[in-house]
């Protein structure tokens, strides 16, 4: 993490220890007071440092959240801050263009050379499935958006296994601060305006707007930490009411006069309260709502306290070289020590470091950023072609920025041209289900490379197709939920795939069957949504109760003459049909709709895919037998007892013989554990379309 890179905040030089000796503020004006106070302080750097470490060893040793993090946001807003109001005070221009310009300058060089190397990393260890994503989120990271795409993603921060995390997943909170560095200036800028017109002190216009920031901030943190705390944990606006604190207690602390023994009280008891968070509090799923006020203010304690004069005092430690010369590495601490441990975990595929192997990780993390904070960032820091124009300046941003994400796209666009080759053979090469079929003789090069490449399993999830139609009637809060598949104007039927992503990966094929026989396909899927009761819809998918609750709407409102959904729910060790969805296909097929059935894909602990990439496609160990998949289709008594409602059953092309295997006519069977790849679903088609005119008939 970093401070704003202003040598006028982080920099300066002082003829006396800042805070050692109190003052009076009688004829003190604030210009005055902050200035006194500014200048180098070596009792925060040291500050830094203990964060950081708190930071590497809570991620290495514990898993925990430390709170070191949340410091880091206090400590950047509080010297952003004294550095602003230095300026408001003295009359001096704000130069709004030139900080951001100058801020993004000295932090991008260092940040790229660490995006670039993991890149690296990537490439030479990780399981090639996940490296599109994490690519992704490298480019994300360089323009400061990480934090949106974890959010996005539903990423767990307090995953217990790190060796499927992110490599990048620690950008977040650089981009949170980033992205402040961008929008707080302009609160200063409107005190600016304020002094200009009135003449006062900026102060209370600053402690105004932060009071207001501070309030909204924490309260939207609460309440959407208490609600969805996994975006939460990402989203900007929770952690904006950090921020504000550091900037209120920089307004506040200028005019604080305290005794050196309740200077030496304060250091230690913030030291000490900062250092047992972690240890106290299980903080899984509370950070980061109020819970985050506990290490702030133990930060604010010891930056209170600055420099107290006492040989007993905490600030003879923080400014202790060794400890200095830490914070002063710690952003590029921060940057290297996670994609170690991650890469480690990876190779040697643990979910956790062990104590020696922790030990290591941690020795190297600081020598390494040692040596890059020696040799890149001071130099680039001391760099002066770039800070004598503005345009200068932006040109070295421009560089880093374009160095990523020219490194990301050339390496995605060769990509993307390896697969289409491998696509342009597939029909010979990669016949996926079609080798199951009476009298297929395979003719394609045995050699060639299984489908899809590891790197695309994730991609699974089949084209929705376009926007909800105007004419079909559904409620405006669930309507994102709908989409048009295939639009046919001279329809001779519309139909409607219902469900979640279970349902959703059949539409290849029934949009080729709707193709042949003149339909039209509308789709209302909820990802992780079940169609059955509101009971049921999972809690960790909140939007589902809404999507379910106006899923009978739908359906009665506008005229389906079919409708698909998923027949059964099937477990690892089991297989049933849902009396609440029972009732529901009595409903529809009461009112002359025909209800397609389509039998659960098979479910399994651990990916058959997954073992075949780690060990060998033929391994016997990625073979299973589901108890669920030797028995005959739960659906089928359902079926013969309600007219209208048929069923589709693809067990026999999916697990042929009653026997999962990872690979079936060179093509990867499964995407994850319970998900068709999509190259197999799409060799499926013509088997799925001869059961469903079987069925229909």
């Given at each position: 993490m970093h401070f704003p890179p202003s040598s006028e905040s982080v920099a300066g030089t002082s003829s006396s220890p800042v805070g050692s000796q109190p003052w009076s503020g009688a004829g003190s004006s604030t210009a005055q007071r902050v200035q006194r106070y500014s200048g180098f302080r070596p009792e925060v750097q040291g500050l830094r440092a203990v964060a950081v470490l708190l930071v590497v060893l809570y991620h290495?040793?514990?898993?925990?959240?430390?709170?070191?993090?949340?410091?880091?946001?206090?400590?950047s807003a509080f010297f952003m801050t004294l550095s602003f109001v230095r300026k408001l005070e003295g009359g001096r221009p704000l130069a709004l263009g030139r900080y951001w310009l100058h801020t993004f300058k000295r932090l991008l060089p260092l940040a790229v050379v660490v995006i670039l190397v993991t890149f690296v990393l990537l490439w030479c260890f990780f399981p090639a499935a996940d490296v599109p994503e994490f690519r992704s989120q490298g480019v994300a990271s360089a323009f400061y958006l990480e934090n949106w795409a974890l959010a996005s993603n539903a990423v767990d921060y307090y995953a217990a296994d790190h060796s499927t995390a992110s490599p990048f997943q620690h950008f977040w909170s650089l981009s949170v601060q980033g992205q402040v560095f961008l929008t707080w200036p302009l609160i200063f800028g409107l005190a600016w305006l304020v002094k200009r017109r009135t003449g006062r002190s900026s102060v209370p216009v600053l402690a105004a707007c932060f009071g207001v920031v501070f309030a909204v901030s924490l309260v939207?943190?609460?309440?959407?930490?208490?609600?969805?705390?996994?975006?939460?944990?990402?989203?900007?606006?929770?952690?904006?009411?950090?921020f504000a604190l550091g900037s209120l207690v920089a307004l506040a602390i200028p005019y604080l006069n305290l005794p050196r023994v309740v200077r030496v009280v304060l250091g230690w008891g913030g030291f000490v309260s900062m250092v047992l968070v972690g240890i106290l509090v299980d903080v899984q799923g509370a950070f980061p709502g109020w819970i985050a006020l506990w290490p702030l203010l133990s930060a604010a304690a010891i930056i209170v306290a600055g420099q107290s004069g006492s040989a007993l005092g905490l600030d003879r430690f923080l400014s202790w070289a060794p400890v200095v010369k830490l914070g002063d590495a710690a952003y590029a601490l921060y940057l290297v020590h996670w994609p170690l441990l991650v890469t480690y975990l990876v190779v040697r595929d643990r979910p956790v470091a062990g104590p020696r192997s922790g030990v290591v990780i941690v020795v190297v993390s600081v020598l390494l950023a040692l040596l890059l904070t020696k040799f890149v960032e001071n130099p680039l820091k001391r760099w002066k072609w770039p800070e004598a124009r503005n345009w200068r300046l932006a040109l070295v941003?421009?560089?880093?920025?374009?160095?990523?994400?020219?490194?990301?796209?050339?390496?995605?666009?060769?990509?993307?041209?390896?697969?289409?080759?491998?696509?342009?053979?597939?029909?010979?090469?990669?016949?996926?289900?079609?080798?199951l079929e009476p009298g297929y003789e395979f003719t394609g090069d045995e050699n060639a490379p299984t489908l899809p490449r590891s790197e695309e399993l994730a991609d699974y999830h089949a084209d929705l197709g376009s926007k909800c139609?105007?004419?079909?009637?559904?409620?405006?809060?669930?309507?994102?939920?709908?989409?048009?598949?295939?639009?046919?104007?001279?329809?001779?039927?519309?139909?409607?795939?219902?469900?979640?992503?279970?349902?959703?990966?059949?539409?290849?094929?029934?949009?080729?069957?709707?193709?042949?026989?003149?339909?039209r396909v509308i789709a209302y899927v909820g990802q992780g949504c079940f169609y059955t009761e509101a009971s049921q819809q999972p809690k960790t998918q909140p939007h589902c109760a809404g999507w379910f609750e106006h899923s009978e709407h739908l359906l009665t409102s506008n005229d389906f003459d079919t409708v698909f959904l998923q027949g059964t729910f099937a477990s690892v060790e089991s297989e049933r049909v849902n009396e609440n969805l029972t009732s529901a296909i009595r409903r529809l097929t009461g009112r002359g709709t025909t209800v397609v059935g389509i039998r659960d894909t098979p479910r399994f602990k651990e990916g058959l895919t997954q073992c075949a990439l780690a060990l060998d496609r033929d391994d016997p160990q990625c073979t299973q037998v589901p108890p669920a998949v030797r028995q005959d289709d739960p659906q089928k008594a359902l079926a013969d007892g309600i007219d209208g409602y048929v069923t589709v059953d693809m067990t026999s092309f999916i697990c042929p013989g009653g026997s999962c295997h990872p690979v079936i006519g060179n093509v990867y069977v499964f995407a994850d554990t319970n998900h068709l790849s999509a190259?197999?679903?799409?060799?499926?088609?013509?088997?799925?379309?001869?059961?469903?005119?079987?069925?229909?008939?």
């Open positions: 290495v040793f514990m898993g925990r959240v430390s709170g070191g993090v949340d410091i880091f946001l206090f400590i939207f943190s609460v309440v959407t930490t208490a609600t969805q705390q996994q975006f939460a944990y990402f989203d900007t606006r929770a952690r904006l009411w950090e941003i421009v560089i880093c920025m374009g160095l990523v994400l020219a490194t990301a796209g050339t390496w995605s666009a060769v990509e993307r041209h390896r697969t289409a080759q491998l696509e342009a053979r597939a029909e010979l090469n990669n016949p996926g289900a079609r080798v139609p105007s004419d079909i009637d559904i409620d405006s809060s669930v309507r994102k939920y709908c989409t048009e598949v295939l639009g046919n104007d001279d329809a001779e039927k519309t139909v409607l795939v219902l469900g979640n992503s279970h349902a959703q990966q059949w539409i290849p094929a029934i949009k080729t069957y709707a193709q042949d026989h003149n339909w190259p197999y679903g799409e060799s499926l088609i013509d088997a799925f379309g001869d059961q469903l005119t079987e069925a229909l008939s």
